[in-house]
C-alpha cells in the first residue's frame, strides 16, 4: 500500500521560512518521480517542483523559483520542500505526489499516481 505523508506546515511571518516533508511508503523513491504542488482556496492544484527518481533532476514553477528547493534522502524515502523568503501569496494546502515514471519531469497533476492527504501553509503577519 503506497503512502504519502507531507508534514512541516504551519504559521509564518512574511519572509520566513518553512521545510516540508514528504515521507514515502509502499514505494521506493528510486523509481518514482516526486513533485510539490499546492491548491489556495478558490484556485486550481499548481505544481511547483518535482525530482526525478532516477538522476534527481529538479524543477520549478515560475512562482517559486530561487525561494524554494526540493531535495531528497533516499536512506529515509523522505522528499523535503526548503521554503524561503515566504509571501502572503504561498498560502495554500501543499501536496507530493509520485509518479510511477521516475524520469517524470511534470508540472501537472495528471502524470501523478498518488497523492498525500497535503499540509497547509499559511504566511501572514
Known amino acids: 500500500q503506497v503512502q504519502l505523508v507531507e508534514s512541516g506546515g504551519g504559521l509564518v511571518q512574511p519572509g520566513g521560512s518553512l521545510r516540508l516533508s514528504c515521507a514515502a511508503s509502499g514505494i521506493t523513491l528510486d523509481f518514482y518521480a516526486i513533485g510539490w504542488f499546492r491548491q489556495a482556496p478558490g484556485k486550481e492544484r499548481e505544481g511547483i517542483s518535482y525530482?526525478?527518481?532516477?538522476?534527481?533532476?529538479?524543477g520549478y514553477s515560475d512562482s517559486v523559483r530561487g525561494r524554494f528547493t526540493i531535495s531528497k534522502d533516499n536512506a529515509k524515502n523522505t522528499v523535503y520542500l526548503q521554503m524561503n523568503s515566504l509571501k502572503p501569496e504561498d498560502t495554500a494546502v501543499y501536496y507530493c505526489a509520485a509518479d510511477r515514471h521516475p524520469t517524470s519531469l511534470s508540472l501537472v497533476p495528471g502524470p501523478y499516481d498518488y497523492w498525500g492527504q497535503g499540509t497547509q501553509v499559511t504566511v501572514s503577519s
Open positions: 525530482i526525478s527518481g532516477s538522476n534527481g533532476l529538479t
